[in-house]
């Protein structure tokens, strides 16, 4: 569900998207403190929904019967409180309510139906301590604001297939079905759901029965028999094309639209492996009936790890251009792990949310492992690293009891931090006491709710060590260590000096400090430093029997922490050359350090780097820094590397690139570049993008024409837009115009009205022209999704006080707004259209740290929050 810079993801994006991400910046805009946030108290245990149900996908349309199996709690006869039974249900068009102890018949009771909630009486003694109940519930929705989301075909969009999907989490399934919508409720769940023959219908569980009725409609059974959490409870209906394979008698389905089988294979074909190295790996069997992914249209995030049914949006599918250089195996390891790490195992509350998100993104770094190597989930860690210490990481923690709403939970404090805690624990451990304390916790929590101290007990009780420490450290209170490490060799004295400080403003961590030194003449290096630290710095002199070739500061990447080292160049050449298995971060730290140094030296070590480096992420990186170091010599050697094999280091290449603006040389190859195309559609987009720079002015007759380009994710396209807004040509508004309207690709109208105020704010356009733009912005509130709102939001914003024809109608979305993101977007942008001159600096210093996440979303899509591959 995204990450904050070019190279780090958290999706879930996450889990983990760029809406959430965008929601988690907009956290820091509360001006108090919020009120301690709090699992939901019960009054009723929820044994079993039944949703029996017709849908009308034309119209938009659902109704039907829910019928809700409840026992009492002792909260429930609480003197203090009438003896009603209160559902989340929202806008629910409730018909009528019957309830009766189970087994007998139902008689009719009454109701009240508030904003959010359905409130059903009951009589004085009718419930009863100890005895179980059935309420029935007729009901309808239509069109629901969010929850249940339906598409549907329209002149203006006329290859929008029908269909409808249901997103829940964190808190929208009350919105098509009455609960009890917290993640502290658990219950088996059943959908009976009527359609046109022809369509299909996937849910949780089991598929018991598909009936075709004469009538030309067709009833789907689905019953998802383990008790799982309402947020995770899914219906999906639409026409597919659909393959299904068998892993250990269970069936595992892919449903894909009808175009696109083809993709299925190239996909998801390392679904089944995933589903051994996982069931093996947390000592758990994967626990539910089946497991199925679907992918359907303009899904809000990049997966949702629904009980035993994964929704994923359609830029998961990648053809023979996108695989080449971007996989989908992160968001699909990420939602597989989710069906232990949230669904069977579940966050009490969103404070703990980490315990979903956190375990899920790293068992991507597990799959990289496994499949790829050390280096590639070093690799991958390396990109968490930089996100789990940036942000609101630095500023609250990740169990955060005073969240704003359950949607600002979703950041990088729960996706790569949270996944950090995890490997330092592993490290910390060791891999079997870690595993099988992962296991045991797994086992002992399954089907129930938890929160952060019960993965803590859990190991303390299997291996008798406190770990309160850790868990304080790491999971309570904000930031992370930097360390300033310098070493000097004393070649009389055959010592190496080692003085290692915590320069962070904040406590000491207590962290555990291993710096490895390979001597001249030895292939292995040996520990020098290697002790627990809990206090500011220390300084300690190692004896060696030899002269330090090279050293490794943390050589088992076991630490969250920026590390900054202090050492003589020829230790730093060493590092940045040393080539063996485990050294990707230590040689990253020597590029960046040469990235700064700007010598001749300097750009001929990184251009050997990028020439020769064993690992793609080095080479990437190196291309990175001879991109900012810039001099002909990093010029030639970055017009070579656009001839890499790997795409990867290509495609950095080409971005690295447009720091040459004016630079002849780089604009004939860059527009050669283009004319020839690359397998790879993200290479094409970046030359594209570093053409456009480097050049005098965008030019606006290439970019026209590259947004007939369909590509992965429309990144040619999504550049091409971001170009046009740099150009002073009056024809490039009417263009931008054009692709803000409905039947414009569903990626490219959220950038477009971005770029068109892009535009507006690069020209500075008179009054009245701002006028229309925002009067164009305002006409397409009311057809658009919740990502496309908070993006013409936004959009609103970045004008400023020329917006102000917008006020009454963005205060008027703020009270009816359901999503999250979208709600935040939309103050953010009353505050910068509102604020005074004294404001204006504050406001859009905010706006330009959400504009800079949003101009990242294409390398932050491929997780719940890493929804890039590198």
Known sequence: MNRLFHRYLFLRLAPICLLLLLAACSAGLVRAEEPLRTAASRRIDIHHIRLNIDLDLPKKHLAGRATIDFSPLPAFFEATRQPTIELDAHTLDVSAVRIAQLGAKASETDFELTDDQLLISTAEGMIKPGQKYSIEIDYSVTNPATGLHFFAPTEKAPDIPLMVWSQGEPQANHYWFPCLDNSNERQSTELIVNVPTGIDVLSNGTLLSRKNLAEGQTTFHWKQEKEHVAYLVTLVAGRFSVATEEWRGKPVTYYVPENHQSDIQRTFGRTKPMLEFFSERFGIEYPWDKYAQVVVEQFTFGG??????????????????????????????????????????????????????????????????????????????????????????????????????????????????????????????????????????????????????????????????????????????????????????????????????????????????????????????????????????????????????????????????????????????????KQTVGTVPSRVRAVEHFATVRTDQSRQLLTNTLARDSFYGVREEAAKALGKVKGDAARDALLAGLTQENAKVRRACAAALEHFEGDSKVQDALRKKYSDGDISYFVESSVLSSLSKVLDKPPVELLIAALEKPSHRETIRLTALQQLAKSSDPKVQDVLLDWTQPGKPPLCRPEACQQLVEYANHNLLSKPATDRIAKHLLELLDTSGPRMRGSIASALGSLGNRASSAKTRLQELTKAEPNDWARSSIKIALERISAPASDTAALTKLQKELDEARNHSRSLEERLLRLEAE
């Open 304 to 577: 949702m790890e629904n009980t035993s049914a994964t929704t994923l949006y359609h830029r998961a599918l990648h053809d023979e251009r996108a695989i080449v250089d971007s996989t989908p195996d992160w968001l699909i390891a990420h939602e597989l792990a989710h069906q232990w790490w949230g669904d069977l195992v579940t966050c009490k509350d969103w404070s703990h949310l980490w315990l979903n998100e956190g375990f899920a993104t790293y068992s991507e770094s597990l799959w990289a492992e496994h499949a790829l190597g050390r280096d590639e989930r070093d690799w991958h860690l390396l990109e968490d690293s930089l996100a789990g210490r940036s942000g609101l990481t630095q500023t609250r923690p990740i169990v955060d009891r005073h969240y704003p709403n359950p949607g600002s939970m979703f950041d990088n404090r729960v996706y790569p931090k949270g996944a950090w805690v995890l490997h330092m624990l592993r490290s910390r451990l060791g891999d079997e006491d870690f595993f099988r304390g992962l296991q045991r916790y797994g086992t002992v929590m399954a089907y129930q709710t938890a929160e952060t101290s019960d993965l803590r007990k859990t190991f303390e009780r299997l291996y008798g060590l406190s770990l309160e420490r850790f868990f304080g450290d790491w999971t309570e209170r904000p930031g992370n260590p930097n360390l300033l490490v310098e070493t000097e060799w004393q070649p009389q004295s055959k010592r190496l000096k080692v003085h290692v400080k915590q320069t962070q403003k904040e406590d000491v961590f207590e962290i555990p400090v291993r710096i490895d030194v390979q001597l001249k003449g030895y292939e292995t290096s040996q520990p020098a430093v290697n002790r627990l630290m809990n206090e500011r710095e220390f300084t300690e002199y190692v004896a060696l029997t030899g002269t330090p070739e090279s050293i490794d500061v943390d050589p088992e990447f076991a630490l969250l922490a920026k590390i900054e080292q202090k050492q003589s160049l020829t230790l730093w050449e060493n590092q940045l050359q």
